[in-house]
């Protein structure tokens, strides 16, 4: 049997909270070769092909700053690297808010990127560049966060990427006009893609990023806050109002030899071994919705929470990590009238916990 009493003790140590940073704060560490981490709650990437020099300095949080010269192409980033195991659909809605002071000289971007896979997509979110401004083959145009991007496509034969030298796509937001701060409604670029045929795979990577190419330049990145979860936004078309039943877990009736509250990283329930659950009884008009569950896993290892409706199991909710997402399982038939809903976890082996904050029923 495992000895479950330890987890709850751990519970506040490896968890995060929805919105990073919220780590304390650590010394300066600055790089000046090739070198991917983790710093402060955050995951960073130091790259660069040959020739030319660059340094990046880690400073709290998400905040990071960077030089770079003679150099053919340099990137620094900071944000969040995923499993490749879900959908940004299935993570939530992600979004950046951030300042920087970028001087580059010569051909650079202020961006938000990123890599998918299945398809393999290199994605960027640009606000702000140097002497060059991103083209490619038009998609169409959105207006998001207060501004006007041109949507691109292009493609890269033979090159680099997470997969090695290969074949992929490359998807682009240029703003049409440049800014170095505000919020970037990250999710709300992925959906307009989707919308004009350019497909998103699971995620591997979203990051604020500095990227130069055969330029020279500085960046001081003094903020760089991303939230995973939550509502979406930011867009032309405001996100429909939530007009559906919402229930916090620890309101639930509580069952299994382990269950009990948390507080980190949020005010709800751990579900600690196979059988531990929460359940209500809910009444139905109609015999159609959909569930999302907002939840995290105790570590990098996949939690799975069952959806059991009326004694049936209606599907899984996933949570890849320990940051907060929020998983929904749409069109999902059960029976009318009061129904008991169940989240229970049947699929442990003891390499993760499952914790779970509220249901939504839409």
């Known amino acids: 049997m495992k000895k479950k009493r330890f987890k709850l003790f751990i519970v506040t140590l490896l968890c995060f909270v929805l919105t990073i940073p919220l780590a304390s704060v650590s010394a300066a560490t600055t790089l000046t070769s090739n070198q991917i981490g983790t710093q402060d709650g955050y995951d960073y990437e ?3 092909d040959n020739g030319g020099w660059g340094n990046m300095t880690l400073n709290s949080g998400g905040t990071f700053s960077a030089e770079w010269g003679g150099i053919n192409n340099i990137l620094f980033r900071k944000g969040k690297k995923f499993n490749e195991t879900q959908t940004h659909q299935q993570i939530g809605n992600i979004s950046i808010n951030y300042g920087a002071n970028f001087q580059p000289n010569g051909n650079a971007y202020l961006t938000v990127y990123g890599w998918t896979v299945d398809p393999l997509v290199e994605f960027y979110i640009v606000d702000s560049w140097g002497t060059y401004r991103p083209t490619g083959t038009k998609k169409g145009t959105i207006t998001v966060d207060g ?20 074949t992929f796509k490359q998807y682009w937001s240029v703003r049409t006009s440049k800014r170095t701060s505000g919020t970037i ?17 699971k995620m591997y990577e979203v990051a604020l990023t500095v990227e130069g190419y055969q330029s020279s330049g500085s960046a001081d ?10 509502n979406s936004g930011g867009g032309t078309t405001p996100p429909p109002s939530n007009t559906g039943t919402k229930k916090e877990a620890e309101t639930m009736t509580k069952s299994g030899s382990y269950t009990s509250n948390i507080n980190s ?10 059988n531990d659950s929460v359940k209500y ?7 159609t919705h959909s569930f999302s569950l907002r939840g995290a896993s105790s570590n990098s290892n996949m939690a799975r929470v069952d959806l059991k409706i009326g004694g049936q ?18 069109n999902v038939s059960h029976g009318t009238g009061n129904q008991e809903i169940e989240l229970v976890v049947t699929a442990d082996d003891g390499n993760w916990d499952a914790y779970v904050d509220y249901l939504e029923i839409h």
């Open 313 to 330: 199991t209606k599907g899984t909710f996933y949570f890849g990590d320990a940051y907060p997402a929020v998983y929904t399982i749409d």
């Open 265 to 274: 990283p949020f005010n709800g329930v751990g579900l600690y071994a196979n």
């Open 46 to 48: 130091f790259w660069k």
């Open 221 to 230: 990145v003094y903020q760089n806050t991303l939230t995973i979860g939550g």
């Open 281 to 287: 009884t809910q009444y139905f008009t109609s015999g």
């Open 185 to 201: 409604s990250v999710s709300e670029h992925f959906k307009a893609w989707e919308r004009l045929g350019m497909p998103m795979g």
């Open 147 to 166: 501004g006007t991007y041109d949507v691109y496509e292009t493609t890269r034969v033979n090159q680099p990427s997470i997969k090695g030298n290969t």
